[in-house]
């Protein structure tokens, strides 16, 4: 309802939402994807596979059937957790084609090295990406890490480098109710360098 409201108020542009579960290794499905035995793998790994299957697999079948941008600057990729840190790498290995990546309490820590991204992104050339961070002061911290802590780290690294970038904060805890309550407001801000028709 998010999407299809913005839409027609005109106050982003006509979006194809592709929505996808982490893969598992059983024939049968675990009762919550965050479960799922490839999530970390697939989503908190600083690599370009993903972005590869996206841009390579199934983005081409959408293809098929629906008019699909070329322009980097009418695609954004989104995520919570893990898939918040997915969604920024595979930004972050594609900026050619994914321009806008929105984050939820995003897994910017040591899971699979998403800590690394603080250093990573004061020491790399700035990349043609603009970043929604969203966390909440209750998120985790356990072995992996801080991720309230990490995801500031973030917002400062971001801001140290100039990236056009927002960091949404709350009282939230490690789920989407902070960031659901603010998400037609993220998509006004990620989208409003676009004029809708």
């Known amino acids: 309802m998010v999407f299809d409201n913005l839409i027609h108020k005109k106050e982003i542009p006509v979006t194809i939402g592709l929505f996808i579960n982490p893969g598992h290794q059983s024939s049968e499905l675990p009762e919550n994807p965050f479960r799922a035995s490839n999530r970390s793998i697939e989503y908190d790994s600083l690599n370009d596979a993903y972005a ?95 991720w309230w802590l990490a995801n500031q780290q973030m917002a400062s690294s971001l801001a140290y480098k100039s990236y056009d970038y927002t960091f949404v904060t709350g009282t939230g805890a490690h789920n989407g109710k902070h960031g659901g309550s603010v998400l037609p407001e993220a998509l006004r801000w990620l989208w409003g360098d676009i004029k809708s028709k």
């Not at 959408?62 to 969604?87: D, E, F, R």
């Open 52 to 146: 590869r299957f996206l841009i390579e697999e199934l983005i081409p079948e959408l293809s098929k059937t629906y008019n699909i941008s070329t322009s980097p600057q009418m695609k954004a990729i989104c995520g919570l957790s893990s898939g918040g840190i997915c969604a920024f790498t595979a930004a972050w290995e594609r900026p050619d084609y994914f321009s806008k990546v929105m984050s939820h309490f995003g897994s910017f820590t040591n899971i699979r090295g998403g800590h690394h991204y603080e250093a990573m992104i004061r020491k790399t050339p700035k990349k043609d990406i603009k970043v929604y961070l969203q966390d909440g002061s209750n998120d985790l911290n356990n072995e992996h890490g801080n």
